[in-house]
């Protein structure tokens, strides 16, 4: 069973604060990784994408990708409280010669207190 | 990105019936996914919509009870057949496009409930 696995949550912080959120991933060979964020009610916002090993900054957004540990976070700086939110990290782990599809973690509630 | 619809937004159904739910996107897409988001739980995949062709099912997914068409590269349905309240949930598409195939993007959703 491959699988992504999220902190599990809720994560508090205080506004302005960085907000840390880590995934880990099973399957060595996956290639992609993405971050959605999932605010009540709404389906997911995709706000990060990272292929390569080390950083990739958009804004306050940073996402980190370790492949060797099979690790990836994203950081949030100078968070604010519309950022509270349901974060997923989602993979791509797909199988050869099959269509690309992702697998998404559980979501961690991140919520930004004023 | 894309402008993804679904219809209907949301839906109270009676036990024993069946919804189709639509999903339409503004521009050709490579690749058309159908998901379920249970209360409080992340994104299942159900299904990939394959166009001209039979879905891909995921494992626990069958087609008579989720049925899929998918007639064109802009639009798709999803069927869910002979409800029972454990398919009270949201149902989601997502989008694909040409050269970024692993980058889904995620129409509105379509609530769910069964009573």
């Known amino acids: 069973q491959k699988e992504v696995e999220q902190n599990s949550g809720p994560l508090s912080v205080p506004e302005g604060a960085i907000a840390s959120l880590n995934c880990t991933y099973s399957?060595?060979?996956?290639?992609?990784f993405f971050w959605y964020r999932q605010y009540s009610g709404k389906s997911p916002e995709l706000i990060m994408s990272i292929y390569s090993n080390g950083d990739k900054e958009d804004g306050r957004f940073t996402a980190q990708l370790n492949k060797a540990s099979q690790y990836v976070s994203l950081l949030i700086r100078d968070s604010q409280p519309s950022d509270s939110a349901t974060y997923l990290c989602?993979?791509?782990?797909?199988?050869?010669?099959?269509?690309?599809?992702?697998?998404f973690g559980k979501g961690i509630t991140l919520s930004v207190r004023p | 990105s894309a402008v993804i619809s679904q219809k209907p937004s949301r839906d109270i159904c009676q036990r024993g019936t069946s919804l189709t739910i639509q999903c339409q996107v503004d521009?050709?897409?490579?690749?058309m996914f159908w998901y379920r988001q249970q209360p409080g739980q992340s994104l299942t995949l159900i299904a990939t919509?394959?166009?001209?062709?039979?879905?891909?099912?995921e494992s626990g997914f069958v087609i008579d009870k989720f049925p899929i068409s998918r007639p064109n590269l802009t639009f798709s349905t999803l069927t869910v057949s002979n409800m029972s309240p454990e398919d009270s949930s949201i149902y989601l598409c997502s989008v694909a496009k040409a050269g970024h195939t692993d980058t889904q993007y995620f129409g509105p959703g379509t609530r769910l409930t069964v009573l």
């Open positions: 919509a394959n166009q001209g062709s039979e879905a891909t099912y």
């Open positions: 521009s050709q897409v490579t690749m």
């Open positions: 399957d060595r060979v996956s290639q992609s």
């Open positions: 989602a993979v791509n782990i797909t199988p050869t010669g099959a269509n690309s599809k992702l697998t």
